[in-house]
């Protein structure tokens, strides 16, 4: 797998989704002993936690029904979006969004599975410092 400063390593990364980022991200730190990677703008945080990842995403990008609201998302890192994504739409996967190469260096796509729950698929397609598109890297690194 082709490494990208914009992402964590990890392959599998959840995404929760909350009103506030930085007061969630700010609580999960605290409580939890998670530590900020990465802002990207006001909407997104990248924590990590030893090897593994999690990203806080503000509830404004979830659906706006309050009866479809979605509170997670799972991200998961392939090797190549575009065969994954025809796997998947071939196998049933309802496709929210094709698969479309970000500024960020990530292909994804996004689809939910036959039981409502969402997935984003990510390749990354080039290392980009997230100082490039806008993200602000954070100086320490968390527990191990």
Same mark, same amino acid.
């Given at each position: 797998? !082709? ?19 930085? %007061?969630?991200? =700010? ?6 002993? $998670?530590?900020? !990677?990465?802002?990207?703008?006001? +909407?997104?945080?990248?924590? &990590?936690?030893?090897? @593994? ?13 309050? /009866?479809?609201?979605?509170?997670? /998302? ?14 998947? !739409? %071939? ?12 500024? $960020?260096?990530? !292909? ?6 036959? $039981? @409502? +729950?969402?997935?984003? $698929?990510?390749?990354?397609?080039? =290392? ?7 993200? /602000?890297?954070? &100086? &320490?690194?968390?527990?191990?």
């Amino acid at each position: 797998m !082709r490494p990208n400063r914009s992402i964590p390593s990890c392959q599998v990364i959840p995404e929760l989704f909350y009103p506030d980022v930085s %007061a969630a991200a =700010d609580w999960l730190c605290a409580a939890f002993g $998670f530590a900020r !990677r990465l802002s990207i703008a006001d +909407h997104r945080i990248q924590l &990590t936690y030893g090897s @593994g990842a999690l990203v806080v995403v503000g509830a404004e990008a979830a659906v706006a029904a309050p /009866s479809a609201r979605a509170t997670h /998302s799972v991200l998961v890192r392939v090797d190549d979006a575009d065969a994954h994504h025809e796997r998947a !739409r %071939a196998a049933g996967a309802r496709i929210s969004s094709p698969p479309t190469t970000y500024p $960020f260096g990530e !292909r994804q796509y996004s689809a939910q599975d036959p $039981f @409502g +729950h969402r997935w984003t $698929f990510s390749q990354s397609v080039a =290392d980009v410092d997230p100082r490039e598109w806008g993200g /602000s890297l954070a &100086t &320490t690194d968390g527990p191990s």
